[in-house]
């Protein structure tokens, strides 16, 4: 192999390898023998290689141990995560920066119905401190750990931590999705610090109608606290910064969709379930209840806080949650009024999920209140593949 044949293959490793330009400018530079390699003794091709090689792997090695969309979305109690589920995620899907930090979307889902994402944000100055959306100074560094187990010794605050470190800058820092032509009538946020000092952000959103291909702005939002760093520094909204970056959405394979035979009655609140859509995706299953009140009286009962749970009817547990299917990745649901608001409306919508392994041909559903966690009758639903 020729120096340029080389050269170009070490070239074309490192792109999909994450290093600083420097670092990039000084291994290239080192394999065209444009820069003198700083040693005591004259090293060998073989040696400089050898280097070359462990530079990249260094690098390569601190990418893949931050935290991703599964790592966030797969620890929520009673989840299910397919054996494939990172099949369906996009990676290195957008890169942007300002004078303050580096940021690349380093993971991307979207099914029509949920999009997730994480985002890694890389301070330029080593004395700018980086913080979750909801930090302040007095809470507990743990915090910034989200996916390591809680350690009772580390009783240190972001306060402590700014001290320690001699920073001299602080930002909270958020990251969102704004579709052009979609709702948004869910979602969650969490962040982690990774070991190498990048701030790894996830952003989940839930739609409210499935499009395959979604336009969507991506924001990054960087707001400053008060310096130094107190218990009584206020964030300064005034001198936020906003990098913004044009986005497509577009859809993962869908494996079709089941809808139920015929309606259910819950007479004891006073509904009666109209539809129960189920919409199979590669991560999980997205439930759409939609359900119309028939009794006003009868559905006062459950203070507007009625849902619907899928339970497993060959569950022995004794708690009620225990009885339950497994749930999908994406951990959160929502019920809205589809005619009014909560206290005059008469149909709702509800939308749950389910693990991906949850597929049936019929569900158990049980009506309760969300308040008080009273349970009413269950009724089962047969299904049928959607035309």
């Known amino acids: 192999m020729t120096k340029a044949e080389f050269t170009s293959r070490l070239h074309e490793g490192m792109t999909a390898v994450e290093m600083s330009p420097q670092l990039r400018h000084r291994v290239l530079a080192a394999a065209q023998g444009k820069e003198e390699i700083i ?5 060998c091709a073989v040696l400089v290689l050898v280097l070359l090689i462990i530079a990249v792997c260094a690098a390569a090695i601190a990418a893949a141990q931050r935290a991703g969309i599964l790592d966030f979305a797969g620890r929520y109690v009673g989840s299910y995560v397919p054996q494939d589920a990172q099949q369906y995620v996009q990676t290195d899907v957008l890169h942007a920066e300002n004078e303050i930090v580096s940021v690349r979307i380093s993971q991307l889902y979207y099914d029509g119905r949920i999009s997730r994402m994480t985002v890694d944000v890389t301070p330029k100055d080593p004395k700018t401190l980086l913080l979750g959306m909801d930090m302040s100074p007095d809470d507990l560094w743990q915090n910034m750990l989200r996916l390591n187990e809680w350690d009772e010794s580390d009783t240190r605050t972001a306060i402590d931590v700014y001290r320690e470190g001699g920073y001299e800058n602080v930002y909270c820092v958020q990251p969102a999705l704004f579709p052009e032509n979609a709702d948004i009538i869910g979602g969650s946020a969490d962040y982690h610090l990774n070991e190498d000092g990048t701030l790894t952000l996830y952003d989940q959103v839930e739609y409210e109608s499935a499009q395959s291909v979604c336009k969507s702005v991506f924001k990054l939002y960087l707001t400053p606290l008060q310096t130094p760093l107190a218990s009584d520094s206020l964030r300064l909204p005034e001198e936020q910064l906003v990098l913004e970056k044009p986005i497509l959405l577009q859809e993962a394979p869908s494996e079709g969709a089941y809808l139920n035979t015929e309606p259910a009655y819950f007479p004891s609140v006073g509904v009666r379930v109209d539809s ?15 359900y119309t009140v028939t009794d006003r009286e009868a559905y006062s009962r459950t203070d507007d806080g009625l849902w619907f749970e899928f339970i497993d009817p060959e569950s022995t547990a004794d708690q009620p949650y225990a009885q339950r299917l497994q749930s999908g990745l994406t951990g959160t649901g929502s019920v809205i009024p589809l005619d009014g608001d909560h206290e005059t409306a008469t ?41």
């Not at 040693?39 to 090293?43: E, F, P, W």
């Open 39 to 43: 040693m005591k003794k004259k090293a």
């Open 276 to 290: 129960l859509r189920l919409e199979v995706k590669p991560q999980d299953i997205h439930a759409i209840i939609e």
């Open 347 to 387: 149909r709702f919508r509800q939308t749950e999920s389910l693990g991906r392994n949850e597929l049936h041909e019929s569900y158990t559903i049980r009506a309760y209140e969300c308040w008080e966690k009273q349970r009413f009758e269950t009724r089962t639903v047969e299904v049928c593949k959607a035309k």
